[in-house]
């Protein structure tokens, strides 16, 4: 197996993938020639091949901050640091934080924890760090908040000039208030581009430097996000195209079915962040307008000891889509045991992976016996090739799938309204009506 495969199993007939088609058809056209909603947000459909001039440079830019930095900070929130924290977890040693590598990549301005900022800023004390500070407009709440406290510590720590060197902005091309400042200060900066939302950034230089920092290679994830892209294009035929089926499968579980939760689950713990940005593309694409299948994820057998009875035996509103690993790219064999309290000499000489495998087909019949329809992707092994097929293929399908259920996938016109009364509570000047109009409610 060369690419990651998609399996829609006995999920859903064959004839009902197929009564998608048309619609499929019409939706990957809206996309190729930006005539659907949303289209000025497009930028993410060629993205691997546009892409590839800025490699090098940010390959250099990550290679400085390696060079210079104990601890490297990427501050964002949402897209701007979802999708690069689920690379890095999935591609790097689960232990790395303890194994003592060097930079250590950790996150800021994805909350608004107190406690959590202070020990960040405690673990930064008299430790040489860097900042990639990624937001469009500069002025979100959370990611603005932690970006001016650790530059105010790095300053203090390194002097204004030497922390220069080491902060990085991502961010609009000419608007916003952090690029206002990285033009004042002389920071170095990546554009954000206005055709690219959050959610699809991941690859752009928004996920592209900070999985450069954590030492991945970018060139194999574009590579094999650039594969998926041509084996997702409006060219292939509906039967040779994952995102299309993908897409078609999961409508008519939705629209057919009546089926409203899907869980990504996966078998391999690392992959517990895909996960985390593949609910916002879904969630944030596709929930609106009164619509959209809820995005929801299990990592087994770990949640089966939590959450399968639901899955199991609950109300059947669900479905599940499975990652599954084929290789491993370690070896752990099972130790034969003379004593064998534990029952377990018939897994001697196995590996880890077989136990694991049995562990996912079993989950799998049983599930589907128990009346949750079942779809699987499989991945060859995870490495940054088939990590960057694995992105592109959930973008491509997210877009098809938005115009099938008939919403602009590309819009977030729910996000302002929790924005909106915060800044009410908090008094900020030019909400004085809201902040009169909040305040009589509480």
């Known amino acids: 197996m060369n690419n990651i495969q998609f399996s829609y199993g006995t999920a859903v007939a064959a004839e009902a993938i197929h009564a998608y088609k048309q619609q499929v058809a019409q939706a990957q056209e809206q996309l190729v020639n930006g005539t659907g909603l949303g289209n000025d947000f497009l930028g993410w459909m060629n993205l691997p091949a546009d892409i ?35 690379v890095i977890d999935a591609l790097t040693s689960s232990f790395a934080w303890l194994e003592g590598e060097k930079p250590a990549i950790v996150y800021a301005g994805q909350n608004i924890g107190e406690d959590y900022l202070y020990e960040l800023q405690a673990l930064l004390k008299n430790k040489k760090f860097g900042i990639i500070s990624i937001s469009k407009s500069g002025t979100t709440t959370e990611p603005a908040l932690a ?54 950034s991941v690859l752009s230089p928004v996920g592209l430097l900070p999985i450069a920092c954590a030492g991945l290679d970018i060139k194999a994830l574009i590579d094999g996000a650039e594969q998926m892209m041509q084996q997702c294009g409006i060219t292939t035929p509906f ?12 409508n008519s579980l939705y ?15 690392k992959l517990h962040n895909i996960s985390e940005w593949w609910k916002q593309l879904y969630g944030e694409s596709e929930g609106k307008d009164g619509k959209g299948i809820f ?39 099972f130790p034969h045991d003379d004593a064998n309290l534990d029952g377990l000499n018939f897994l001697a000489g196995k590996r880890v992976d077989e136990v694991n495998k049995m562990a996912e087909l079993g989950t799998m019949l049983a ?13 060859p092994k995870l490495n940054e090739y088939y990590i960057g097929q694995l992105l592109y ?26 924005k909106k009364n915060m800044f009410a509570l908090l008094d900020k000047p030019g909400y004085e009506a809201e902040s009169a109009a909040i305040k009589a409610r509480l």
């Open 295 to 333: 995005p929801a994820s299990v990592d087994f057998t770990t949640d089966l000891h939590s959450m399968g009875q639901y899955i199991q035996d609950g109300e059947r509103h669900l479905f599940e889509t499975v990652i599954s690993v084929l290789e491993p790219n370690h070896t752990v064999p």
């Open 255 to 269: 629209q057919e079915q009546g089926k409203k939760v899907e869980l990504l689950v996966n078998f391999h713990p």
């Open 147 to 200: 970006f001016r406290l650790l530059k105010t510590q790095l300053e203090e720590q390194q002097g204004k000039e030497a922390a220069k060197r080491l902060i990085v902005c991502i961010t609009d091309a000419k608007r916003g208030a952090l690029r206002t400042l990285a033009t004042q200060e002389g920071y170095k900066t990546y554009v954000i581009e206005d055709n690219i939302g959050g959610r699809f």
């Open 367 to 379: 599930h589907i016996d128990g009346g949750v329809p079942n779809m699987k992707i499989t991945l």
């Open 52 to 86: 590839r001039p800025q490699l090098d440079d940010i390959q250099a830019t990550a290679d400085l901050l390696r060079k210079e930095c104990e601890v490297i900070v990427c501050i964002g929130i949402g897209g701007s640091y979802l999708g690069a924290k689920a």
């Open 393 to 418: 293929f959930f973008e491509r399908a997210c877009g098809i799938s938005g115009y099938i259920l008939g919403v602009n996938p590309f819009n977030q016109p729910g996000v302002e309204a929790y």
């Open 239 to 250: 039967e040779e195209n994952p995102a299309a089926i993908y897409a078609a499968a999961r």
